[in-house]
């Protein structure tokens, strides 16, 4: 399984940006289908961008035009770039790798790194 650790989290007021990154482990992240999650406290964690080793992007309703995920496969690396972050993206956000094969798939996930946004 790939490994994955995420970094970038932090502090930052309402309207600031922040860059979150994702570093992987392994010689096939090019094959990779990745994604970032966030899970505020009592709820669901959801899908907030993903971006295919096609290079396919998509991204929750409540992030388009103020997010950007990107990847860097010859740094196995996958960016989500956060601007006009609003107190609502407060969260943990996970970093998630999905490769599949013959029918099955195989995820990975990060242990998170912490986003709040606060005045």
């Known amino acids: 399984q790939v490994q994955l650790v995420e970094s970038g989290g932090g502090l930052v007021q309402p309207g600031g940006s922040l860059r979150l990154s994702c570093a992987a482990s392994?010689?096939?992240?090019?094959?990779?289908?990745m994604g970032w999650y966030r899970q505020a406290p009592g709820k669901e964690r959801e899908l907030v961008a993903t971006?295919?080793?096609?290079?396919?992007?998509n991204y929750v309703d409540s992030v388009k035009g103020r997010f950007t995920i990107s990847r860097d496969n010859a740094k196995n690396t996958v960016y989500l770039q956060m601007n006009s972050l609003k107190s609502e993206d407060t969260a943990l956000y996970y970093c998630?790798?999905?490769?599949?094969?013959?029918?099955?798939?195989?995820?990975?996930w990060g242990q998170g790194t912490q986003v709040t946004v606060s005045s």
């Open positions: 998630n790798a999905l490769f599949r094969v013959l029918g099955k798939s195989f995820a990975s």
């Open positions: 971006i295919t080793s096609g290079g396919t992007i």
């Open positions: 392994g010689t096939i992240f090019r094959m990779y289908d």
